[in-house]
């Protein structure tokens, strides 16, 4: 204990490392963290915070960085302002039940805020059904129909597979039959693997995530949390 104490005091700027430690003041120390255990809980929770920050600093290094393949890929279908000021990136899942329940909200956001755009990330990872819904989004943006699939897909009630996919693509409009040969466009495939890599590199682990500004947002979060970010999102100078 007394070595891992020494250790958390001085990294965590308690005691400083350059003075000269005689040998008595390691019993001394000893006695003191037995006497007060919360400095070592202090300690453990700067070393915590540090890191906390070191993390948070290098991710918006690296929104930075790949800011066009966040916010600006061709390939990923957009709704709300296309020239928006503000754009607000969702990794999703058509299966994943905390999606569902933030589509509502996600869908105010837009309709509330006339500069704002929103950009679709599929990033589908639970399993066969969600990669077939996800292929079959971005397969029905050659029709012209890709929102109203992708509010269709997420107002199913069950789990989304390749029948419901394919049902739910008819109930909307589309051609079924051209969905199917647009899916084998080797242009989806690619897509959903740029998402997969992009997520990986910004270490999201779950859906639903949000990106908007230099801020990774994870998990659901309600309406008034979203439009906090979007404000604030806004009022940052870029740079």
Same mark, same amino acid.
């Given at each position: 204990m ?11 700027g308690?005691l400083d490392s ?9 019993a001394q120390?000893r006695q ?6 919360e ?9 915590? +915070?540090?890191?906390?920050l070191?993390?948070a600093n290098e991710?918006?290094?690296?929104i930075?960085?790949?800011r066009?393949?966040?916010? +600006?890929?061709?390939?990923?279908? $957009?709704?709300? +302002? ?6 607000l990136?969702e990794?999703?899942d058509?299966n994943?039940p905390?999606? =569902? @329940? ?9 309709e509330?805020?006339?500069n704002? @755009?929103?950009?679709f @990330?599929e990033w589908?990872i639970?399993?066969p ?5 996800? &292929?079959a ?6 029709q ?8 269709a ?5 069950g789990r ?5 996919t394919?049902?739910?693509?008819g ?10 040969r647009?899916?084998?466009d080797p242009?989806?495939?690619?897509a959903?693997? &740029? +998402?997969?890599?992009l997520?990986n ?5 779950? $859906?639903p ?8 947002? &994870?998990g659901?979060v309600?309406?008034a949390?979203l439009q =906090?970010?979007?404000?604030?999102? &806004?009022e940052k100078?870029?740079?």
């Amino acid at each position: 204990m007394l070595f891992s104490g020494l250790a958390l005091l001085f990294a965590t700027g308690l005691l400083d490392s350059a003075r000269p430690v005689p040998s008595s003041f390691d019993a001394q120390v000893r006695q003191y963290l037995l006497q007060n255990p919360e400095i070592v809980v202090e300690s453990l929770q700067r070393l915590e +915070n540090r890191r906390q920050l070191a993390d948070a600093n290098e991710l918006q290094t690296l929104i930075a960085e790949r800011r066009d393949d966040i916010f +600006n890929d061709a390939a990923a279908p $957009t709704a709300g +302002n296309p020239e928006g000021d503000v754009a607000l990136v969702e990794f999703f899942d058509y299966n994943c039940p905390y999606c =569902r @329940k933030a589509a509502p909200d996600i869908q105010q956001a837009v309709e509330d805020d006339p500069n704002l @755009k929103l950009v679709f @990330k599929e990033w589908p990872i639970l399993g066969p059904g969600s990669e077939f819904a996800a &292929r079959a989004a971005l397969a029905s943006h050659k029709q012209g129909k890709y929102e109203a699939f992708h509010h269709a897909l997420m107002g199913f009630s069950g789990r989304v597979s390749e029948s419901s996919t394919l049902t739910i693509a008819g109930d909307v409009g589309l051609d079924v039959e051209q969905l199917k040969r647009d899916m084998e466009d080797p242009a989806i495939a690619d897509a959903i693997a &740029r +998402n997969r890599a992009l997520a990986n590199d910004l270490r999201i682990t779950g $859906t639903p995530t949000f990106v908007v500004g230099d801020e990774i947002i &994870r998990g659901l979060v309600d309406l008034a949390t979203l439009q =906090r970010f979007i404000t604030d999102a &806004r009022e940052k100078p870029e740079g």
